[in-house]
């Protein structure tokens, strides 16, 4: 079996995360896989397909925005010789089928398209006008959909998707060696957050919410990621207003997974968008970490609420600050840590993923 990828994303980021332990797990059936990925980017995600010992090959097949003239101009020019290097790389390779991860590889590649394509979806598209219609121009070439969670095969038929066209195949994660999580070092609970900071995360409920704890709860907000200066400004101004700036460590990007949820006792993640299905409930439950979550979008398919985590209406610091007052408690948080573990290693565990990955792209 050989399969040719084509990954739209321009930095390393949550989809491209997937897309690679995918392809490990396609290397490890024994299928043979090359990737295609947007010309535009960091070099990060080339250097993980190196490290894997996948061959790659950046093409400079761009998208069109009204509001970016420049980026669309560039697409323009760079359209033809896109196509070329695409039609060389899949003559050259051969491949049985085609995974892609956005409709715009479709779209734009559409006249030359002649193997079976498969998408996986990590977006909502329904509740655009224009990207409804788009993915249903790209559906006359697509032969299969894969949906991260039953939410995006929901807003998939929504879109006009044939049901019978729509695996749900959930993200998975690396199960780590069960050591014994000390929670609340010197009696201190240790709030992260991890991910870009940017506004639909929502970074403002949280610092809302940790002004609203009573100064019996002894914290640190420990934000994780990078993001706009402009907003972590604000953010840190809003912090000072409220008297918490002192509770609050600005981290920073950090790849390293285990120091992330070695350092925290419990992730907050109330994004004020339906997250698709996020990579960081599993991950904070593979490493024993309660999570505090929207109830919207794929959280509720990987948090049990009041048994693996908290769920919390969008855009409400108090439910925030309830949830966190409730975990201020050693004994709750090793209940629920020890819960959200095992509910992840049973449903959610990468193998599982990867396992249904190679059927899919077999049948």
Request: aromatic share 8%; charged share 20%; with cysteine.
């Amino acid at each position: 079996m050989k399969i040719l990828c084509f990954l739209s994303g321009s930095i390393l980021s949550g989809k491209e995360y997937v897309a690679i332990d995918v392809i490990k797990g396609w290397l490890a059936n024994g299928y043979k896989v090359e990737v295609a990925f947007v010309g535009w980017h960091d070099g990060r995600l080339q250097q993980k397909l190196n490290d894997i010992g996948v061959t790659s090959h950046p093409i400079k097949l761009g998208w069109y925005y009204l509001r970016q003239i420049k980026w669309s101009l560039d697409s323009l020019v760079n359209y033809l010789p896109a196509v070329q290097r695409f039609l060389k790389i899949r003559n050259a390779f051969s491949p049985d089928v085609m995974y892609v991860d956005s409709y715009r590889q479709v779209i734009l590649l559409s006249p030359f398209l002649n193997r079976r394509v498969f998408f996986h979806v990590h977006d909502p598209h329904a509740t655009s006008k224009t990207e409804h219609m788009r993915i249903k121009l790209a559906d006359k070439k697509v032969h299969h959909y894969i949906a991260v969670s039953d939410f995006i095969k929901k807003d998939l038929i929504t879109s006009g998707i044939s049901s019978e066209k729509i695996t749900v195949v959930h993200n998975g994660t690396l199960i780590p060696a069960d050591n014994k999580k000390i929670y609340m070092p010197n009696g201190l609970l240790r709030i992260g957050m991890a991910g870009l900071v940017i506004s639909r995360k929502g970074h403002e409920d949280v610092i809302e919410a940790c002004a609203m704890l009573p100064s019996t709860v002894n914290y640190k907000l420990l934000i994780y990621g990078n993001g706009d200066e402009a907003f972590v400004a604000y953010l840190k101004a809003l912090a000072q207003q409220k008297g918490i700036e002192a509770n609050i460590v600005w981290m920073g990007y950090e790849e390293d997974k285990e120091k992330i949820y070695n350092s925290v006792d419990v992730i907050v993640a109330p994004t004020r968008n339906d997250e698709p299905f996020a990579l960081v409930a599993l991950e904070a439950g593979a490493h024993s970490v309660p999570m505090i979550a929207t109830k919207s979008g794929g959280f509720p398919e990987s948090i049990i609420d009041g048994t693996t985590g908290y769920l919390v209406e969008k855009q409400s610091s108090r439910a925030i600050c309830n949830a966190i007052i409730m975990l201020n408690d050693r004994d709750r948080l090793a209940d629920i840590g020890t819960a959200a573990r095992k509910h992840i290693e049973q449903h959610f565990s990468l193998k599982q993923m990867q396992h249904k990955m190679n059927n899919i792209v077999t049948h």
